[in-house]
């Protein structure tokens, strides 16, 4: 008996320990997966936090970009104050402005040219008599030059924007060192070539552009498309797709250089035709990146005219009226004979007339 009782006792501690681990086992199953649970909790909390902090780091560089933008903002506006304090060194003597014309600094950076340049315009300029400045310089008003004032002329009256755009392209292609004189011509007519593209907008104005370039890409290749027929035009167009693309490129470069005059004249009035700075060459890729910021602010910021002459008046119509005869007076000066300067006053009183900027005297 007492062993038997002994044997079952330990059948019973056995069966025990069995339950026990059994129990056990299961207490610890939920635990573990409890645990298992709880990890990917924690690790989706982890992504999350990881993704609000990419949130955050990511609204981080934007308030960085925000902060650049106002400090460039704020540099271009103390750049402006900075020009407008130079109005009170009194408007741009006759010997200043030929000492620029005749000699002109081509160490300057782009910044420190603009700087210059805008400064003068703020000033003004004062008319004074040139006469014996310009002395003994070259009068070279060709025949060619005044055939193409009076072309301008007829242009004026019968609008035909590719004659314009190619008689202007052609003049300044031949006069690469140009002088002064015709520096300004260019000018006005830039403007009117400018004007006359910009007011190509809305329905229709895409295939006017388009037809546009193709006839301009065609006229600098007329071997190539001499005597074809407009199929064979066409043919010979896509086969020249890449070439037309870049002609296309360089096109949009000049019609950029030349909005920014028109932008300047618009701004600043006769003051641009003056100065030997603004030139649509010059206007191109050589431009600081807030060059065309630094334009609209000193718009903003320039002071009232002096003389109360009605509301809306600025710095520049003060200074409109005697810009005006200074430009008169230079290319009066400038021109060989009495022909010659009817013809140029003619050309820019038909501009100012034609294509007036904002700026009035």
């Not at 006792?9 to 681990?21: I, L, N, P, S, T």
């Not at 924690?42 to 933008?69: A, C, F, M, P, Y």
């Not at 200074?319 to 005869?325: A, D, I, S």
């Not at 007076?329 to 009183?349: F, H, P, Q």
């Amino acid at each position: 008996m007492f062993s038997v009782v002994i044997e079952e006792e330990d059948e019973d501690e056995e069966e025990g320990e069995d339950v026990q681990q059994k129990l056990s086992s299961q207490e610890q199953a939920p635990a573990s997966q409890d645990s298992q649970g709880g990890s990917q909790e924690l690790g989706v909390g982890v992504q999350e936090e990881e993704q609000e902090g990419d949130e955050e780091e990511q609204e981080t560089v934007e308030e960085k970009k925000e902060r650049k933008k106002a400090a460039a903002r704020l540099k271009v506006i103390k750049r402006a104050q900075g020009l407008i304090g130079g109005i009170a060194a009194g408007k741009v003597l006759p010997s200043e402005l030929f000492k620029r014309i005749s000699h002109p600094d081509l160490s300057l950076k782009a910044p420190q040219q603009e700087d210059l340049a805008l400064g003068w315009i703020l000033r003004g300029f004062e008319g004074g008599s040139w006469s014996n400045l310009v002395g003994k310089q070259d009068k070279n008003v060709s025949a060619s030059t005044i055939e193409f004032l009076q072309l301008s002329a007829r242009l004026d009256t019968t609008p035909n924007l590719t004659k314009r755009d190619t008689n202007l392209v052609n003049s300044v292609g031949k006069t690469q060192a140009s002088t002064y004189f015709l520096d300004v011509i260019h000018k006005m007519e830039t403007i009117k070539c400018a004007k006359e593209w910009l007011a190509h907008t809305g329905v229709g104005s895409g295939n006017y552009k388009q037809e546009f370039n193709t006839k301009l890409f065609q006229q600098a290749y007329p071997r190539t498309f001499r005597d074809l027929s407009d199929a064979a035009k066409h043919k010979k167009m896509v086969e020249l797709k890449n070439d037309f693309r870049d002609f296309k490129k360089a096109r949009e470069e000049l019609i950029t250089a030349r909005n920014r005059l028109v932008c300047c004249w618009d701004y600043f009035g006769t003051g641009i035709l003056i100065h030997p700075f603004f030139t649509a060459p010059n206007l191109g890729e050589k431009r600081g990146k807030t060059f065309k910021s630094l334009l609209d602010t000193l718009n903003q910021l320039v002071p009232p005219a002096e003389a109360v002459q009605g509301a809306g008046r600025t710095r520049f119509q003060d200074v409109e009226k005697e810009n005006r005869n200074a430009l008169h007076g230079l290319m009066k000066a400038l021109c060989a004979d009495a022909v010659e300067r009817t013809e140029v006053k003619k050309y820019i009183d038909d501009f100012y007339a034609a294509w007036p900027s904002r700026i009035r005297p």
